[in-house]
């Protein structure tokens, strides 16, 4: 019994602590694996990507990873290598309704899923029963910029400004005729030039809920895009028994390729077979909407 004290009086004091406070930050972070897969965070703010999205869990710690309180009715989503805090509009192509949200979190902790939503953004935005949806996610660059410089440890951005000269004033001789003064006059330099003023940012985003056209498209998994034919064809002989090809892509004058499955009927079908494109070596594929 003398044993059992030390442990049970351990497990009440823990039991006890308070709730971790408050501390909101930057955060990029190192390379970390998450459900078997590496994840590599970019500093990057351009993002518009598809994939599916998940609601969160009801395990969840008390703060984000960013050192924000958590909470299910905020406007707020995790995402596994987008720099936090970032802004971002979430689209539901399967209802069409579109709101923004404040990524705050890292996860999903699987390749399965490209974000996960609070309770009430998946009620704003219409999840289905079972919380899964196709989304567009578009990360807001100016918004994001503007919720990290409001935060301590954000990256400082370069701002262009005039040079100063090294005179602040000068004496200059009088007019002809002019009587004389009892200081010289003075040629004042132009106005200084400062940083520019932080920006108030609230943490908690505001309600705004936008109805556009539903767009649910279909299921594929991506593998990559590579500059060359040949590169591509080497990643499609590695997963060729799932039916993967080799897809020609056009941005502007480049032209580069791309390793698809699909399309595919349904999540539970997507979601197994990305399964099976991490088994047979390819780590990196993801779920998106075409």
Known sequence: MR???PLLLGALLASCAP?????PHYV???????????WYPRATLRLDETGLAEVYGSDHRDLTADGES???TAMAAANQTLPLPCIARV???ETGRQVLVRIND???STSRRMLAVTRRVAELLGFAPGGVARVRVQVLERESQEAQAALPGAPVL???AAPRGAVEAASLAPP???????GPVTAAAGPAVSATPAVSVPLRLAETLTQTAPDPGTLWIELGGFPTYEFANMQRAAVAQLGATVVSHTEGRTENFRVMIGPIPDVTQADHLLDETVAAGVPDGRIVVR
Request: positive net charge; hydrophobic residues 40%; glycine residues 16%.
């Open 28 to 38: 990029l972070g190192e390379p970390y694996q998450a459900g078997g897969v590496w």
């Open 176 to 182: 002809a005729g002019a009587r004389g003064s009892a």
């Open 3 to 5: 044993r059992l004290a």
């Open 106 to 108: 890292r996860g999903p």
């Open 19 to 23: 709730p971790s406070l408050p501390s």
């Open 158 to 160: 370069a701002v262009a």
């Open 70 to 72: 958590f909470d299910q």
């Open 91 to 93: 689209t539901n192509l």
